[in-house]
């Protein structure tokens, strides 16, 4: 269960909606700053996919919502909030000084996770005079409310105790908080899928394969492997009974054959825009893209499913995860339906006679 009750998002674009809806689907009261005039409108369109998603998980309900309100400023956003997620854009300046004025009006025990891609927490700290030392970096995937990773950083002045924090927080909530052991730009799954978009862009503007091609390659091939063994486990397989030592000796020479350019970038100009652009149009324009998200929600609900009832139903990887995550959304739940029952009952309940 969540080891908090109240908590604050600054930011609500497609990141900071997704925790929104992580939170509240938690049974969380979640308060939003953001500047946006029609933040309401995005951040409820996001919410209405996370409900349609979980109630995939939970046909027999959900839990009780957590309220969602908007503040006019981060200081009324941040005030009384046990957790602060920030999800603003990745520009450093801007970082600073929403950092600092979160940092100014948040209570001191309550921890400041970051949604940062790739700048380091050590980077944002300066900013924050009072208690740098509960920034972490809580860097999710999209759909944040379904993919359960969060990479935690921590910053040089960031305590033991906030990481600690954190990763509890984060697992409370369904999650798999993998903390970064050293501190560095990008963190690791964003520097695993920087290599793989440097060299599909190549690929792409050689004319090798089209923008469908790629993603047909990827999600009929390792992609399968990868989602469900990642990529050490799965290669100690290939290396058959003699395990990742034979697999290293037999495919190590290869690394140094010039088959990958990830160490060169193509011009980035508007000519590849356009060809990646197009090619992309005709691969999904038939659909819009809040039926690409319905479509990648339920693909990834059911593969989650599918890998929960492996290993005899106890479930594997992301589906052991996802079937005590289901375990205790149910158990939320259970409070939420006893109260709709005992008001339906009450409703129902024949009045008595005067006389």
């Given at each position: 269960?969540?080891?908090?009750?109240?908590?604050?998002?600054?930011?609500?674009?497609?990141?900071?909606?997704?925790?929104?809806?992580?939170?509240?689907?938690?049974?969380?009261?979640?308060?939003?700053?953001?500047?946006?005039?029609?933040?309401?409108?995005?951040?409820?369109?996001?919410?209405?996919?996370?409900?349609?998603?979980?109630?995939?998980?939970?046909?027999?309900?959900?839990p009780k919502e957590g309220k969602i309100t908007y503040a006019k400023t981060i200081a009324d956003a941040v005030a009384g909030a046990q957790f602060?997620?920030?999800?603003?854009?990745?520009?450093?300046?801007?970082?600073?000084?929403?950092?600092?004025?979160?940092?100014?009006?948040?209570?001191?025990?309550?921890?400041?996770?970051?949604?940062?891609?790739?700048?380091?927490?050590?980077?944002?700290?300066?900013?924050?005079?009072?208690?740098?030392?509960?920034?972490?970096v809580g860097h999710p995937f999209n759909p944040v409310y379904l993919l359960p990773l969060v990479e935690i950083v921590g910053g040089e002045q960031?305590?033991?105790?906030?990481?600690?924090?954190?990763?509890?927080?984060?697992?409370?909530?369904?999650?798999?908080?993998?903390?970064?052991?050293?501190?560095?730009?990008?963190?690791?799954?964003?520097?695993?899928?920087?290599?793989?978009?440097?060299?599909?862009?190549?690929?792409?503007?050689?004319?090798?394969?089209?923008?469908?091609?790629?993603?047909?390659?990827?999600?009929?091939?390792?992609?399968?492997?990868?989602?469900?063994?990642?990529?050490?486990?799965?290669?100690?397989?290939?290396?058959?009974?003699?395990?990742?030592?034979?697999?290293?000796?037999?495919?190590?020479?290869?690394?140094?054959?010039?088959?990958?350019?990830?160490?060169?970038?193509?011009?980035?100009?508007?000519?590849?825009?356009?060809?990646?652009?197009?090619?992309?149009?005709?691969?999904?324009?038939?659909?819009?893209?809040?039926?690409?998200?319905?479509?990648?929600?339920?693909?990834?609900?059911?593969?989650?499913?599918?890998?929960?009832?492996?290993?005899?139903?106890?479930?594997?990887?992301?589906?052991?995860?996802?079937?005590?995550?289901?375990?205790?959304?149910?158990?939320?739940?259970?409070?939420?339906?006893?109260?709709?029952?005992?008001?339906?009952?009450?409703?129902?309940?024949?009045?008595?006679?005067?006389?």
């Amino acid at each position: 269960m969540s080891t908090i009750t109240k908590a604050a998002c600054i930011g609500g674009g497609v990141i900071g909606a997704g925790w929104v809806a992580r939170l509240v689907l938690n049974g969380i009261d979640v308060c939003i700053y953001d500047p946006d005039p029609e933040a309401d409108r995005k951040v409820g369109e996001v919410l209405k996919g996370a409900r349609r998603a979980y109630r995939k998980m939970l046909p027999d309900g959900l839990p009780k919502e957590g309220k969602i309100t908007y503040a006019k400023t981060i200081a009324d956003a941040v005030a009384g909030a046990q957790f602060i997620q920030e999800s603003v854009p990745e520009r450093l300046d801007l970082k600073h000084r929403v950092l600092a004025e979160i940092d100014t009006h948040a209570p001191p025990a309550a921890i400041i996770g970051s949604s940062t891609s790739g700048i380091k927490p050590t980077d944002m700290q300066p900013a924050m005079k009072k208690h740098p030392g509960r920034l972490v970096v809580g860097h999710p995937f999209n759909p944040v409310y379904l993919l359960p990773l969060v990479e935690i950083v921590g910053g040089e002045q960031t305590s033991a105790e906030a990481v600690e924090k954190a990763r509890t927080l984060y697992a409370s909530i369904g999650m798999k908080p993998v903390v970064i052991r050293k501190e560095i730009e990008a963190f690791v799954g964003d520097r695993l899928l920087e290599a793989m978009w440097r060299e599909a862009l190549w690929l792409i503007k050689d004319g090798i394969c089209t923008v469908e091609e790629l993603d047909d390659i990827m999600r009929y091939g390792f992609g399968l492997r990868w989602a469900q063994m990642g990529m050490f486990q799965i290669y100690r397989v290939a290396g058959g009974e003699a395990g990742m030592r034979h697999f290293m000796a037999q495919f190590g020479p290869c690394l140094s054959w010039p088959w990958t350019k990830l160490m060169d970038v193509p011009e980035f100009n508007d000519e590849l825009v356009d060809l990646i652009a197009t090619q992309s149009d005709e691969q999904s324009d038939r659909w819009s893209i809040r039926e690409l998200e319905k479509i990648r929600d339920d693909n990834l609900v059911a593969i989650m499913e599918a890998l929960g009832r492996q290993n005899k139903g106890k479930g594997w990887g992301a589906g052991e995860l996802h079937n005590a995550y289901t375990k205790q959304l149910a158990k939320l739940a259970k409070p939420a339906k006893a109260s709709v029952a005992a008001e339906k009952a009450k409703a129902e309940k024949p009045k008595k006679k005067k006389g």
